[in-house]
């Protein structure tokens, strides 16, 4: 039976389902990037910045369901091994290797600002073409921007 939700889609759906597995690989290393640093984390102000990070975390996670879940409805399918992560990713992955608190904030404000580019570039491409994975795309992008003010908050509060 044809699909009324694919049917809409003006663009190349191989294309934006490639790209959507980008940015599910973006959120699995970003929400262990976080889940992890939220582990490490020490030095003054741990517990606070320990709580944000746990919080993006979980926002991390849940946007990987959302582009999972969005990738299926395309026809399209999940990365579905973690080493592709690696090959696929637009942010990469940096290893807590320092756990004090302003080198694990620093290194979650470059991922989120990588990430708002991802969202930025994916919004552009998606806009009048695929109105249900554009709203997916601007309300992550929402949440990373929030993301990247609340860690230079603290980062500037601590500074």
């Not at 030095?43 to 990987?64: I, M, P, S, T, Y």
């Not at 290893?95 to 919004?123: H, M, R, S, T």
Request: hydrophobic content about 40%; proline content about 4%; overall charge negative.
């Amino acid at each position: 039976m044809e699909r009324k939700g694919i049917k809409i889609v003006k663009a190349d759906i191989k294309e934006i389902v490639q790209q959507l597995n980008k940015a599910l690989s973006d959120e699995w290393l970003a929400y262990y990037q976080y889940w992890l640093g939220e582990k490490v984390v020490k030095g003054k102000f741990r517990q606070e910045v320990a709580a944000e990070l746990g919080q993006h975390a979980g926002d991390e996670l849940k946007h990987a369901g959302m582009i999972a879940d969005r990738i299926i409805q395309l026809g399209g399918s999940p990365v579905l091994k973690p080493e592709q992560w690696y090959k696929l990713t637009n942010c990469g992955y940096d290893a807590p290797e320092d756990p004090n608190v302003i080198p694990i904030l620093k290194q979650n404000i470059k991922g989120e600002q990588c990430a708002i580019e991802v969202y930025q570039k994916l919004a552009e491409m998606l806009k009048d073409k695929d109105p249900i994975t554009y709203l997916m795309v601007l309300s992550i992008l929402k949440d990373e921007i929030e993301h990247e003010d609340d860690l230079i908050n603290i980062l500037e509060d601590i500074q």
